[in-house]
């Protein structure tokens, strides 16, 4: 034996494949907790962007609020969350729940700087011309910018998505059985460690690759006009309607005001 | 000072009524007390040069820019500041008033994420309460109006700045306004694209709508206005009616034709 060889590994790969059933559902917990937090996120996040552009004392607070718990990692979140909460109001969260509640704490503020930046970036035309028409803040608000909001948004909405899901991973250490707790279980039983986290790479890789493919889809059924296979299918049924009105219109003899 | 008193509103009754409107932004004050009359039917022109208080002018009219004192009155109801100890003048929500006064913009400000027939099928519906249908019929009338009924389905970015413009015009014009307000409409268009807008405003000057327009197209003012009025750094230089284009007095005025025609 030469001082500086190592034991002869024999890697397994079919392993992954017997246990694809225990990865697919660490996968789905996984994009089940991001896609729940990530609806919280993105309302708690509206709400606190539009304080942060508002009067004080709310804008200060939102302030705080954004820059505290853009700071803190999700790791510390969720111990936060499933162990001191549970002390303090003398109930116990679910990993699940305490999952959500711990992204959702952590994300609102990025989702409020995104929010922020998208409203800024509108023209001030745009609200003028909604109040012009008579309409109420309100009514302005919700059909002219926060379409035209969103859409800018979606990008990086997207990232954002991306990374609630890597950010499980983390919940891991309070039982969620997710990507890599499900890789930790196996890996106690064949003790495949390469193997193992290696296929959890590939799972979080190919999730990101689709994440994007949908955002980008996404994307193009917001853009104006819109691009490409899914968005005309969408909106197929909007232009039905205005060619027939066109052609309706078109033939009426009614004489024309100008 | 000119005296907007004193003209006689041989026109009909008034719509429009501005009495000592000052606005000042920080410090600076940019309107030094500007009286203006606009009576059913006509058509008042502002112009002179950048920064004289015009659009301002124009924007306090529909309290886009909120007066800081000076009356704005529409058929006498109060909706500026006003004289708050007065008590007999009824008091109003910009809100209504704003349904009341279309206004057309430098920039068109269509809603780039909605097609030019749902450009006007929003306020049609949130703020006439519209049916959907209903809200749909009157649009594409609307757009039949200014010759754009083909463009229907397609969004702005698809649309030249005129045609852009000539439907921001029709969906201020299918909430049935009162008085509408235009804020250099021509001037972020290709000089080739300037007719096409002017020919629907002179059109709709022609069908007797009460018209307030800022513009530099002098040209226009000539043929439609009834009222025109120059201003400089903030004040009223010189007004006249119908040929005040070749009768205006003023230096200044005439300094300014000179340089623009």
Redesign the interface.
Known sequence: MTPFSVRSVTYDWGIVWDNRDMFWWGLVTALQVSAVALVFSMVFGLVLALGRMGKRPGSILAAIYINVFRGIPALVSVIWVYFGWSLLVGFNFSPFQAGVIALTLLYSAFFAEIFRSALTAL?P??S?????????SA?VFF??KL??AT?IAIPNIGNMFIGMVKDTSVFTVIGLVEIVRVTQNLNSTYFQPFVLFTAAAIIYVVLAFVLDFLFRTLEKI?S??TKGFMATLLTAR??S???K??E???N?L?P??? | MIDEQARPSALGEVTVQLRDVRKTFGTKEVLHGIDLTVSKGEHVVLFGPSGSGKSTILRSINLLEIPSSGSVQFKGVEYGPGDSADKSVTRGNPLELRRSIGMVFQQFNLFPHLTALHNIVLPLRSVKKLSRADAEEKAAQSLRDVGLLQWAGSFPAQMSGGQQQRVAIARALSLDPEVMLFDEPTSALDPELVGEVLGVMRRLAAMGMTMVVVTHELGFAREVGDHNVFMEDGRIVETGGRGFFESCHHPRTQAFMGSVL
Request: proline share 6%; charged share 20%.
């Open positions: 023209s035309g745009q003028e011309a909604g109040l012009a028409l008579g309409m109420s009514k059909f002219v379409p035209q859409k917001l104006t006009p909007r232009s309607r205005i060619n009105l066109i309706v219109h078109d009426s009614s024309k005001i100008f």
